[in-house]
């Protein structure tokens, strides 16, 4: 079974900075995209940033020139760099894996809490 881990959330004061981990139990080249999703309490769930198997990414608008995602293939690890938090970021973290071709299937870790103080 696929397992997902993330770590690396906490609390930082606003224009602080953190970064995240993901670690897949299994290769991460199996993937055809990983990404880092987030809810704040009494949203929905958005996306927030997103890499390509070809190492391709795209973000969120809200994420765009703040954060980096960026996947280490031989750590089967996905990261989001967050610079210049602000007290909307807080939110829980997820990391998101989708496999590819017939039946694909999408996999979710547990979430890492991000709190950001002002």
């Known amino acids: 079974q696929v397992q997902l881990v993330e770590s690396g959330g906490g609390m930082v004061q606003a224009g602080g900075s953190l970064r995240l981990s993901c670690v897949a139990s299994i290769n991460i ?20 940033a997103r890499v390509y198997h070809e190492g391709w990414t795209n973000y969120a608008d809200s994420a765009k020139g703040r954060f980096t995602v960026s996947r280490d293939n031989a750590k089967n690890t996905v990261y989001l ?10 939110a829980v973290y997820y990391c998101n894996a989708n496999t590819m071709g017939a039946g694909p299937m999408a996999y979710w870790g547990k979430g890492t809490l991000v709190t950001v103080s002002s």
């Open 29 to 48: 080249l199996t993937f055809g995209d990983m990404a880092w999703y987030r809810q704040a309490p009494g949203k929905q769930r958005e996306l927030v």
């Open 81 to 90: 760099q967050m610079n210049s938090l602000r007290p909307e970021d807080t």
